[in-house]
């Protein structure tokens, strides 16, 4: 655990000493999401996230959607009250882990290798400390920021936030009042290029997403007969084709944005029809962006039959699609001339695509803040080929950005920590981020 050597913190040091200990604290409150109600639970958690913004003079407010999964919001007040407030939002559910698999338990935030270990420990309980330990330097020392800031630690994201982000902008919309712009998850990590150049992908973009339900009906017979219409040939035909299916790449302006930077950085010009080679040179985050050039639609379940000599009558699949900002309607006609007439689709669950621009006061900020802690930081655009909480808070309008600062060691396989086994992160990368994120606040 080294001391900055920057000797520039405006933080002074008490932030960086601070969120290690809050995010092993938030590591060992176990806020495993189930996607039901089976799990603890994320009601500790509010409580430990409260307590630690009320000792510093704020109010923050519990808001529990069901009984066990709550979330906390507080408001701090900045030095111009009449300009649009900031919001930055975390959820503190994880997904669960299996600690047989780990080499330390998942929820002890063990300290080894210059890591703290656990679940939750990149998604997304470092961000959360992070703020939490910004934020009560900034309070304790009274360095108001320039405008309002909502902060909201919430439950469920790991489900899709029905019991939590989705909940307090259903119900609880004046919490946002006046909130234009948000910051948080699953961006602002980065990817070192070589000594004069490293990226930080911030997220501006979020796949859309439809989770379907196939459904074949044939006619039920003896399994010794000959029979032209059973459920189950019809309905594999189609699932073969559809997962065998290359979508085309698209070349979304976040894409553009991202190959522009990315050519730029490297001095040679990426052409988006031969994405193979490029993805080749991004190491790690190849993964984050190969799924962002393309609608993709895997196929995840199969279901058919109860006995080996009778013909059943229907046949099922379950299928992951995701879509691009701007393509859902050539993705779903995409779908339907690939599973043809015989095929019927429902959604199981749909959700929106979010785009915005990679530009303004905001972008500017967190560039000033990345450079001012690391003279080789570039922040570029990307597409999240997953979603997050972004999508229920654009509902209220709020304009998202993926934010979460982070310098990692070129080694570490980021994107597979991700509800990977031995997700952990660096400490220094911490401290780091909590740096960022002050200077970041100071511009916002
Ligand atoms: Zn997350």
């Known amino acids: 655990m080294s001391e900055s050597s920057t ?30 109600h089976s799990g603890p639970g994320e009601r500790l ?55 047989a698999d780990w080499t330390h338990d998942p929820f002890s935030g063990e300290i080894a290798d210059g890591c703290v270990w656990g679940r939750g420990a990149v998604d997304m309980k470092d961000m959360d400390a992070m703020t939490l330990a910004v934020v009560r330097e900034r309070m304790r020392t009274g360095r108001k920021p320039p405008r309002d800031i909502v902060l909201a630690f919430v439950a469920d994201e790991e489900a899709g936030g029905t019991y939590g982000a989705r909940y307090l902008v259903d119900k609880h919309p004046g919490l946002f009042e006046g909130v234009n712009e948000a910051i948080s998850e699953v961006g602002g990590f980065s990817f070192t290029v070589n000594e004069k150049l490293r990226l930080y992908l911030v997220e501006t973009a979020q796949k859309g997403m439809h989770w379907m339900k196939l459904t074949v009906d044939g006619t039920a017979g003896h399994g010794s007969m000959i029979h032209k219409d059973n459920a189950i040939t019809e309905l594999s035909e189609a699932v073969g084709r559809l997962g065998r299916h290359k979508f085309p790449v698209r070349v979304t302006k976040t894409l553009r944005h991202f190959l522009d930077e990315l050519s730029d950085a490297l001095g040679t010009e990426l052409d988006p029809e031969n994405m193979d080679e490029t993805l080749a040179k991004l ?30 009558g229907q046949a099922t699949a379950h299928v992951d699609g995701r879509y691009l900002p701007g393509y859902e309607e050539e993705f779903l006609a995409d779908l339907d001339r690939i599973l043809g007439p015989n095929v019927r689709r429902e959604d199981v669950h749909a959700d929106k695509a979010l785009e915005t621009t990679f530009d303004g006061a905001l972008v500017d900020a967190m560039q000033t803040a990345l450079v001012a802690e690391d003279p080789i930081a570039r922040a570029v655009p990307y597409m999240l080929s997953a979603g997050t909480d972004a999508k229920s808070f654009d509902d209220l309008g709020i304009r998202g950005f993926g934010f979460a600062p982070l ?38």
Not at 287 to 312: E, F, H, R, W
Not at 417 to 442: A, K, T, Y
């Open 7 to 36: 000797g520039s913190t405006v933080s002074g040091g008490n932030a960086e000493r601070e969120v290690v200990d809050l995010c092993r604290d938030l590591i060992r409150i176990d806020t495993s999401n189930y996607g039901d």
């Open 45 to 99: 958690a509010a409580e430990y996230v409260a307590e630690k913004l009320a000792e510093v003079g704020l109010e923050p407010q519990i808001f529990e959607s069901h009984k066990g999964r709550a979330s906390t919001v507080a408001r701090i007040e900045g030095e111009d009250p009449s300009r649009p407030a900031l919001l930055i939002h975390g959820h503190t559910d994880v997904v669960p882990a299996n600690a």
């Open 283 to 312: 190491g790690g985050i190849s993964k984050l962006i190969g799924a962002s050039l393309q609608n993709t639609a895997n196929p995840t379940q199969l279901g058919a039959g109860y006995k080996v000599n009778v013909i059943p």
């Open 407 to 444: 310098k990692l060691p070129p080694e570490l396989d980021f994107a597979g920590m991700f509800h990977g086994v031995d997700e952990r992160v660096p400490v220094d990368g911490l401290q780091f981020g909590v740096r960022v994120l002050d200077r970041f606040i100071d511009h916002c």
